[in-house]
């Protein structure tokens, strides 16, 4: 696989074209003549490492597929993550609620026992 082109060297072939169509002179001509047998297969490797890269890359069903699997392992995590949390906070709850009731048995014991001291 060839490495990209520089945008310098495109703009060089790009110029020997330009004035290889445009100007009557024969040198331009030959200039341009004399860089087609390495600019025309340079080209062409770079048109092939291009269709190369493309063809690696996921098509977009593809890259659809990946991102609904990451999306449907995020929504799975979540919702685990979230089922946590409900039980958490039950059992929070649920404990808030037993030391309240043992709270107010106590402070209803006291009042009983102070009324019991000053009857």
């Known amino acids: 696989m060839t490495t990209p082109l520089s945008p310098e060297y495109l703009a060089e072939i790009a110029a020997r074209a330009e004035a290889a169509t445009d100007d009557p002179w024969f040198l331009a001509s030959a200039t341009f003549d004399a860089h087609a047998r390495t600019d025309i297969p340079t080209l062409l490797a770079e048109v092939e490492r291009l269709r190369a890269e493309l063809a690696a890359r996921p098509t ?5 597929a990946e991102m609904q699997r990451a999306t449907d392992g995020l929504r799975e995590a979540w919702t685990s993550e979230i089922e946590r949390l409900r039980r958490l906070h039950t059992g929070a709850l649920a404990e808030r609620d037993r030391y309240r009731s043992a709270w107010q048995s106590a402070r209803y014991r006291a009042a009983l026992t102070h009324l019991r001291r000053t009857a």
């Open 60 to 64: 977009r069903d593809e890259a659809d």
